[in-house]
């Protein structure tokens, strides 16, 4: 019996430096939370792969992280090649991280014109204080980008609330768009198997053909 091949979708996360794109990888990795104080920096690309489970279905998510090289011109074609999924990150307590996603959405558009698009307002654990990007910022930013966001969440890195419910539903969504091509692979992959009695039959009644 041949294994089932389980599609493998790349999804990307950009956004500013340090507003918590290696602390969603990690969450993804293996859900844990590494304080600033403790972090080391990271240098390089990084992806790893998740099994989910949506309906009949099953999905791979690789997740991408640029590991600290958001600034290096170079890696944006490697980096956003082939991406399914985009992940819009900014920090609810930086401002400017939320302004800065028009540019990043115009790289996503440029480079990886097919990838769904989310945003995801990381640092949700404010506690006492403001934040400084609200849910009206969040949806008139949405509404200006004329249907190109696929959905909107709220995260928090270090409780590690939002994030699993995010990925969650970035699969289903995914699913849901290549619904059509992952039912066409599984065809392929098992293949069209003739009937043995009416392969039989088809060649006795073209042999009984009267000329």
């Not at 279905?57 to 082939?82: C, H, N, P």
């Not at 302004?99 to 996503?108: A, E, F, G, T, V």
Request: glycine residues 6%.
């Amino acid at each position: 019996m041949a294994k089932v091949r389980i599609p493998t979708q790349k999804v990307i996360l950009c956004g500013d430096y340090g507003v918590g794109k290696s602390s969603l990888f990690r969450r993804f990795t293996n859900n844990t939370f590494v304080s600033e104080t403790d972090r080391k920096s990271t240098l390089g690309l990084d992806h790893i792969d998740r099994t989910y489970e949506v309906d009949d279905k099953q999905i791979k998510l690789q997740l991408w992280d640029t590991g600290g090289m958001e600034r290096v011109a170079s890696v944006t074609s490697s980096y956003y090649k082939f991406a399914e999924g985009a992940i819009l990150v900014f920090a609810l307590d930086n401002a400017a991280s939320f302004h800065s996603l028009s540019q990043h959405l115009l790289d996503i558009v440029t480079y990886a014109e097919n990838a769904k698009i989310f945003i995801c307002g990381n640092k949700c654990d404010l506690e006492d204080r403001q934040p400084q990007v609200t849910e009206s910022d969040v949806e008139a930013f949405s509404e200006q980008c004329h249907s190109l966001i696929s959905a909107t969440y709220k995260t928090s890195c270090k409780t590690g609330d939002g994030v699993e419910q995010m990925f969650n539903d970035i699969s289903r969504v995914l699913v849901e768009a290549n619904r059509s091509k992952m039912e066409l692979q599984a065809l392929e992959q098992h293949g069209f198997k003739i009937d043995a009695y009416d392969e039989a039959e088809a060649t006795e009644e073209g042999n009984s053909c009267v000329c």
